[in-house]
């Protein structure tokens, strides 16, 4: 491995003196003009953990639901995964390096991997719809031939789309062909079987307006619209023809702001979505008869798919080991919903979709979701394959039930969150089960939440334990809180700090909008006092 030849190619992407960026759950992410060396160097790495895996890894580039400006790269593990805790750190290490450094960094991360120089490599990159992202891939590229790897660029993909052709390059074509043609020939041929199941009685034509976020979305789903034209009629908004990337729209803005993006018209009662820039987030929502505007997010969505899994295994007579992930920030309305009412075990994880993809693997069918929309259901390679043998066997109801379920397992996207996978799976559900998106909306009610944000000094004075659920330090915080949620009926909240800047999350909830207001005021109150708070008190937020 010749690291002069490094050394010299790596003075074409110089990093700026001093500038120091961390690796997180969505890789590297800040303004473009600050990552030319970055995807350099995570060309690089995704060399080094090609060689340690033997496998094809993936680079995606991009900012996600970030402002247009921005751009980011996260690398794609041989399963369609995140990349791995320990690689996160070497990851952050060789960003930090300053030039003359890199050489060491790299030659200590091939010592500790005990990554074999002479191992083949191989590279797959994508894309998003930002003006830097082409250059910015090409960085990556730079980096991949230095070192001698070699590299498919499939250029503009969502980013699940990069994480399902990693997962079909690394499992023999078993999971898939890796091609757009591939994915979009198994995602629809998979939606049209199940949607023949549906009885005409519900909404004949059914339709379903999509706000791409002015993103990469826009060009995969027109790519995709004649293979499903015949079972859904999909009208885009926001298709990136003019308008900014995630600017007044897409699933972000849409949670955050709980309005309708602009460039959208809702007439009432019409299902709606909203995609996020890279197409790894949806959320659905709709205007009543009065004009109301109500939001149907991840959980709504987690349910609606687990419950309907639920139904169809009861239908097979299968007691598979069915489970939903969630995290502190899911509505307390959809835990008890799933536990009370349709009896599915419910977990709760630390924030980030790792976290959460991780404990799903723990099932038979493990479904998840983020409030934000992201999410998925993955299914054990020992069901996948007794489903699809029971859909060939069954006969009559069961037959038809396996069938579904067969189809419904080739739908999902189970290397990642995926926008366009969800939405095929949700509208598949809602045309099988005749349900409008009022009806779905109200399985259950929300209870009424309040998030808010505490500066302090330091956020490290916090730390928590029970998925993020309870303080331990600092000392009488977590008593504090205790005491605040005894005031209130059907009250719960907790704190957490973030995990890039000096401040910390509060969440509260309760019967009454007014009850969470005052809950989440008071609790912020406390942190503001016991975990050193700077600036002004928090104002009352009712």
């Known amino acids: 491995m010749d690291l002069e030849a490094v050394s010299k190619r790596s003075a074409f992407h110089a990093k700026p003196q001093g500038l120091i960026l961390q690796y997180g759950t969505a890789g590297f992410r800040t303004n473009a003009q600050h990552l030319d060396h970055i995807m350099f160097r995570m060309g690089l790495l995704a060399v080094l953990?090609?060689?340690?895996?033997?496998?094809?890894?993936?680079?995606?580039?991009?900012?996600?639901?970030?402002?247009?400006?921005?751009?980011?790269?996260?690398?794609?593990?041989p399963l369609g995964e995140m990349l791995a805790p320990s690689w996160e750190e070497h990851a952050t290490c060789l960003a930090s390096a300053e030039e003359q450094d890199m050489p060491g960094v790299l030659t200590a991360i091939m010592e500790k991997e005990a990554v074999d120089p002479q191992q083949a490599a191989f590279v797959v990159i994508g894309r998003d719809t930002r003006p830097s992202s082409e250059k910015l891939s090409q960085s990556v590229i730079d980096g991949v031939t230095v070192l001698g790897g070699q590299f498919h660029d499939y250029g503009l993909l969502t980013t699940p789309q990069l994480h399902y052709m990693v997962y079909c390059r690394n499992s023999g074509g078993r999971y898939?062909?890796?091609?757009?043609?591939?994915?979009?020939?198994?995602?629809?041929?998979?939606?049209?079987?199940?949607?023949?199941?549906?009885?005409?009685?519900?909404?004949?034509?059914?339709?379903?307006?999509?706000?791409c976020a002015n993103g990469i979305g826009a060009l995969k789903l027109k790519e995709m619209k004649h293979y499903f034209s015949q079972g859904l009629s999909v009208q885009l908004f926001n298709d990136g023809t003019d308008g900014r990337l995630n600017h007044l729209c897409g699933a972000d803005f849409v949670k955050s702001h709980q309005k309708p993006p602009q460039g959208i018209e809702m007439k009432s009662d019409e299902r709606c979505c909203s995609f996020d820039g890279d197409a790894d987030r949806i959320v659905y929502y709709y205007s009543d008869a009065d004009g109301h505007f109500h939001l149907i997010d991840g959980?709504?969505?987690?349910?609606?798919?687990?419950?309907?899994?639920?139904?169809?295994?009861?239908?097979?007579?299968?007691?598979?080991?069915?489970?939903?992930?969630?995290?502190?920030?899911?509505?307390?309305?959809?835990?008890?919903y799933l536990e009370d009412v349709m009896k599915v075990p419910v977990y709760c994880t630390k924030t980030g979709v790792k976290h959460l993809h991780h404990k799903a693997q723990e099932f038979d069918i493990g479904v998840y979701f983020e409030a934000n929309g992201h999410g998925t259901a993955l299914f054990s390679e020992a069901v996948e394959v007794k489903i699809k043998r029971l859909a060939q066997e069954l006969e009559d109801e069961k037959g038809k039930a396996a069938k579904m379920l067969a189809s419904i397992i080739d739908l999902f996207n189970q290397a990642a969150g995926d926008a366009i996978s969800d939405m095929l799976v949700i509208e598949a559900i809602l045309a099988l089960k005749g349900l409008t998106v009022q009806q779905w909306d109200a399985i259950y009610v929300d209870l009424p939440n309040r998030q808010l944000?505490?500066?302090?000094?330091?956020?490290?004075?916090?730390?928590?334990?029970?998925?993020?659920?309870?303080?331990?330090?600092?000392?009488?915080?977590?008593?504090?809180?205790?005491?605040?949620?005894?005031?209130?009926?059907?009250?719960?909240?907790?704190?957490?700090?973030?995990?890039?800047?000096?401040i910390v999350r509060v969440y509260a909830e309760a019967d009454s909008q007014e009850s969470a207001d005052r809950l989440a005021y008071e609790v912020s109150l406390v942190v503001f006092q016991l975990a050193g708070g700077i600036g002004e008190k928090p104002p009352p937020s009712f």
Do not use: W
Request: aromatic share 4%.
């Open 49 to 77: 953990r090609s060689k340690q895996t033997r496998s094809t890894i993936g680079v995606m580039v991009t900012a996600s639901h970030n402002p247009e400006e921005d751009n980011g790269v996260k690398l794609i593990d």
């Open 299 to 336: 959980d709504k969505i987690a349910t609606l798919i687990s419950s309907f899994l639920k139904e169809l295994l009861l239908e097979i007579g299968e007691s598979l080991n069915i489970g939903v992930v969630q995290t502190a920030y899911a509505n307390g309305s959809s835990t008890r």
């Open 453 to 502: 944000k505490v500066k302090v000094a330091d956020r490290r004075v916090i730390s928590t334990t029970d998925a993020e659920r309870q303080a331990l330090t600092p000392p009488g915080l977590q008593e504090a809180i205790n005491d605040l949620v005894k005031k209130y009926k059907l009250a719960r909240a907790f704190v957490r700090p973030s995990g890039t800047e000096d």
């Open 176 to 211: 898939g062909k890796a091609t757009i043609e591939g994915y979009c020939q198994k995602l629809s041929k998979a939606f049209v079987e199940l949607t023949k199941q549906a009885s005409c009685s519900g909404d004949e034509n059914r339709s379903v307006k999509v706000d």
